[in-house]
């Protein structure tokens, strides 16, 4: 199985330009989430959505914006990179909100702006 | 707000031998989920073991286990007959029964020594 597939896995973007970090996932789960993981921290979350058509920020929204058309599909978009957006950014999703519910996370994308 | 503090920031063990990771956290939730991940070099995140704050009695999964002390607010996971494999950053995660976002800890880097 698939699961959560991230697209590009590294990527190197120059200050000022803009890009989508990728996401899909197979297991028809309505939740997915966006993080981003910066070094010697654990993860934050960037945005959310909780089914197509409907997305809402978490806890570090800013400089970042998201789409939801289709149930597999999360792309992260970055506007106007900046350094601080140098970080990993971890896609995952759910079957539901609850805590029962295990996150499936993929593999990470490591993005460096200079 | 909800805080999570992991105050060891690496740890080592000898393989076989038993180690405990500490974590405790900051709520004024009485219904919630407290979370283990594990983040191997590969970066994927993966979950080891959940607990349920209204269950008293402490989750388990193999060689993994926790002592959970709601008053206290302390989650610790004890790993017993350590794996080389077991080598990895550790990390606590919070989410509120109705919520749907982690609070993660900063990590604890857990080496297995051969």
């Known amino acids: 199985n698939a699961g959560v597939t991230q697209t590009p896995k590294f990527h190197i973007l120059k200050i000022g330009q803009s890009m989508t970090l990728q996401c899909t996932q197979d297991?028809?789960?309505?939740?997915m989430y966006w993080y981003r993981q910066d070094p010697g921290m654990g993860l934050k979350l960037i945005y959310y959505?909780?089914?197509?058509?409907?997305?809402d920020k978490g806890e570090v929204p800013n400089g970042y914006n998201v789409s939801r058309s289709t149930t597999e599909d999360f792309p992260l978009r970055l506007e106007l990179a900046a350094p601080s957006q140098t970080s990993v950014y971890f896609c995952?999703?759910?079957?539901?909100?609850?805590?029962?519910?295990?996150?499936?996370f993929g593999d990470g994308t490591r993005l460096s702006i200079l | 707000a909800q805080t999570v503090t992991q105050s060891q920031p690496e740890m080592s063990v000898q393989e076989a031998e038993t180690v405990t990771l500490s974590c405790t956290y900051d709520?004024?939730?009485?219904?919630?989920?407290l979370f283990w991940y594990k983040q191997p070099p590969s970066r994927q995140m993966i979950l080891v073991i959940r607990?349920?704050?209204?269950?008293?009695q402490n989750a388990t999964e193999n060689r993994f286990s926790v002592n959970f002390q709601k008053a206290a607010k302390s989650f610790s996971l004890k790993i017993s007959d350590s794996q080389l494999g077991d080598t990895a950053m550790y990390f606590c995660?919070?989410?509120?029964?109705?919520?749907?976002?982690?609070?993660f800890g900063t990590g604890t880097s857990l080496t297995v020594i051969p």
């Open positions: 959505s909780v089914g197509a058509g409907i997305t």
């Open positions: 297991m028809n789960h309505n939740y």
């Open positions: 709520t004024s939730e009485n219904n919630y989920y």
């Open positions: 995660a919070f989410m509120k029964r109705t919520g749907n976002q982690f609070y």
């Open positions: 995952a999703s759910s079957y539901s909100v609850q805590g029962n519910q295990p996150q499936h």
């Open positions: 607990q349920e704050a209204y269950k008293q």
